[in-house]
């Protein structure tokens, strides 16, 4: 973000011919174009007076650089953010300094131009290679996989970046309002890797012109607060959730999926797309803000009550196989583009939605435009205990008796070579950010495993939020024993939550590791996807690999917030491969497993509810989404177009956390 600086380091915002401060609120806070505008609008008198202007000003320190290892580091002071430089940190690819705004406009505003003029570019020789940034894989099989720098970057003679300036737009929502996000990102250095050298630029003025909406494209309505979707068969015992959200406030509309079908008979050209479009139309009419979906897979089928989109975004040489699919529910959240369009997840009209690979690129906005979750109920039973645990969670402030808990699941995630224990370092920058909350480790060490008797021993005390970190699969998880992250723990799987008790005190889990919230895993699909790999040898399973390779009636994560009894309120996890940082690339003093990737959405959501006091589950959810898009999401980010797009919320969006007064 644009900050204030001292001598070299200064910020100038102009709009038109207007000169503003001489400060901007540093990265975290947005700033509202309409609101700076105000006092200039008289000046726009001409036939276009919906065009708008916007110049920046930046002035940069000079580098400073430094070697370690084989690699250099480099560092600009004008993009530090909280003390901490801010980087580019794509997989593979050069680690660089860079300067990141964000504006909020008005939804649907176009941006026209973007021009730029800077510096004559200082050569700078460097002592060594710009260090590039590394993922630790968490999928269990692969985790010691050698990490790699894009030699398509390396070895080429052109800068990199491509350019000084780039920006994104997309639309999405900000403290419940419809806006057009404007994030600039500005390189006060570009890496010219065949000479090993830099060109770093003391000065650039930015200047931005945009078009906004002559009216609003949206209405301010607030008919209802939350629709809720579900198969007929399930409406009825709905009712009661229904009933008790208008009891406390929130406006909820229930409709049955077949009337969305009807309705949308002339929209969309599968269920998926009728829905969303569906969801836009509620946006639209009624105010809709949250969204539940309540519906999965039928049984143990392999069909579906209520359908999900799989994303085919696929970064080839960032993950430890090519993933070819995996669910995204961040499609139906999605409704709008940055200038107020339908946001359909398919730019060439293929019928194929949400492809990246190496031959093509979707146009995807990404920004949540709902808040919304999913309860992938396969039958009446499930949709009976989470409507009578959200209820029961919601009528009452939970005790702090219990409540002020933060479980901590954790342990030596990778071999690394700086010798981290990743999940202690992360877990206890958890604590930090919930100050608050008493922290219940459960750390994988010489005198304690971690397996179905340590994590339902901190479990049953109840907690607030419960937090894992460390790998995983559809139907388990575990970590490593310290101090080289090579001897697995025992783990905790399926069957070790069958005893769980902790009843009413139920927490919002965070699950990080691959695949704990890939929610279509069945009997049925797993017998047929071994017998197609395996044969009748996939008959014959042995112990609790039955459960470990697939064999189980539902996921990690759904199993957890769905078991009848106790478990959790909600669950949120990955439903393809997750991904972590790896090392200390940038050599500030922080493990990149904290920085970057699912550590930090991990962190962000945890943060919101315990330092900034932000209750509402799905606002939490979608603002750490909406947050890392700013941060990450450059031109070239798949790997963090797949992070964002597979993060599930297992829940009620419009859940009160800790339940209402």
């Known amino acids: ?257 077949q009337k969305v079908y009807k309705e949308m008979y002339w929209h969309g050209r599968d269920r998926q797309e009728k829905i969303k479009y569906y969801i836009k139309t509620a946006v639209e009419e009624w105010g809709i803000k949250h969204v539940l979906l309540v519906g999965g897979i039928k049984g143990q089928t392999v069909k579906w009550n209520l359908p999900a989109r799989y994303s085919y975004v696929v970064p080839m040489e960032e993950q430890e196989y090519s993933e070819q699919s995996f669910i995204s529910d961040l499609y139906y959240a999605d409704i709008y583009d940055g200038e107020g369009g339908f946001s359909s997840w398919d730019s060439n009209g293929d019928d194929l939605f949400s492809v990246w690979n190496l031959t093509f690129k979707e146009d995807m906005d990404l920004y949540p435009d709902v808040y919304l979750g999913r309860l992938p109920c396969r039958n009446i039973a499930e949709v009976k205990v989470m409507v009578n645990k959200i209820i029961k969670y919601e009528k009452e402030k939970s005790a702090d008796s219990w409540f002020k808990n933060l479980i901590l699941v954790a342990g030596d995630s990778y071999p690394d070579v700086n010798g981290f224990n990743e999940g202690e370092l992360i877990s206890e920058r958890a604590v930090e950010l919930m100050p608050s909350f008493n922290p219940v480790r459960v750390y994988a060490c010489e005198n304690q495993d971690i397996d179905r008797k340590t994590v339902n021993a901190a479990m049953n005390q109840g907690a607030g939020f419960a937090y894992f970190c460390g790998h995983g699969s559809s139907v388990s998880w575990s970590t490593h024993f310290p101090p080289d992250g090579k001897n697995w723990t025992t783990g905790y799987n399926l069957l070790n939550m069958i005893p769980l008790h902790n009843k009413g005190k139920l927490p919002v889990t965070v699950v990080g590791g691959c695949h704990n919230g890939e929610f279509d895993i069945s009997i049925t699909k797993s017998i047929k996807n071994g017998l197609k790999e395996n044969g009748l040898k996939y008959f014959i399973p042995k112990g609790v690999s039955f459960w470990w390779n697939g064999w189980a009636p539902n996921c990690w994560a759904w199993w957890l917030t769905s078991k009848p009894g106790g478990g959790a309120i909600a669950t949120i996890a990955n439903t393809g491969l997750g991904t972590h940082g790896d090392d200390d690339v940038d050599n500030n003093s922080v493990a990149d497993y904290l920085e970057v990737l699912d550590g930090w959405l991990e962190l962000r959501f945890l943060e919101l509810y315990g330092t900034e006091q932000k209750y509402i589950l799905g606002e939490n959810h979608a603002q750490t989404i909406t947050e890392y898009m700013h941060r990450f999401l450059g031109d070239e980010a798949i790997m963090d177009t797949k992070m964002v797009q597979q993060w599930e919320l297992f829940g009620d969006p419009s859940l009160k956390i800790g339940g209402y007064e």
């Open 1 to 257: 973000m644009i900050n204030s600086f001292t001598k070299k380091g200064t910020v100038i915002l102009l709009l038109t011919f207007f000169i503003l401060s001489s400060c901007i609120p540093s990265f975290g806070s947005q700033i509202r174009a309409d609101s700076i505008t105000e006092s200039i609008n008289e000046l726009f008198t001409t036939a276009s007076y919906n065009t708008k202007y916007l110049e920046i000003e930046l002035s940069f320190s000079d580098p400073n650089i430094t070697q370690h290892g084989n690699y250099s580091i480099v560092h600009v002071n004008e993009t530090n953010h909280n003390r901490m430089i801010l980087f580019d940190m794509d997989p593979g690819k050069p680690v660089l300094p860079v300067n990141l705004s964000v504006f909020e406009l008005s939804f649907g505003t176009k941006i026209i131009d973007v021009e730029y003029e800077h510096s004559t570019p200082e050569i700078i020789d460097l002592p060594a290679k710009i260090a590039f940034a590394k993922a630790s894989y968490d999928n269990i099989q692969y985790y010691l996989l050698e990490n790699k720098m894009d030699v398509n970057v390396y070895e080429n003679d052109d800068p990199y970046p491509s350019d000084w300036v780039s920006y994104r737009t997309g639309g999405g929502l900000s403290q419940d309002e419809h806006v057009t996000f404007l994030v600039l990102r500005i390189y006060p250095v570009r890496y010219y890797p065949a000479d090993d050298q830099l060109q770093f630029i003391q000065t650039i003025t930015v200047n931005i012109t945009y078009e906004e909406p002559v009216e609003p494209l949206l209405d301010d309505n607030n008919r209802y607060d939350l629709l809720i979707l579900a198969p007929c068969e399930f409406m009825k015992h709905l009712q009661p959730l229904v009933c008790h959200k208008s009891h406390m406030g929130v406006k909820t509309r229930l409709e049955s999926l």
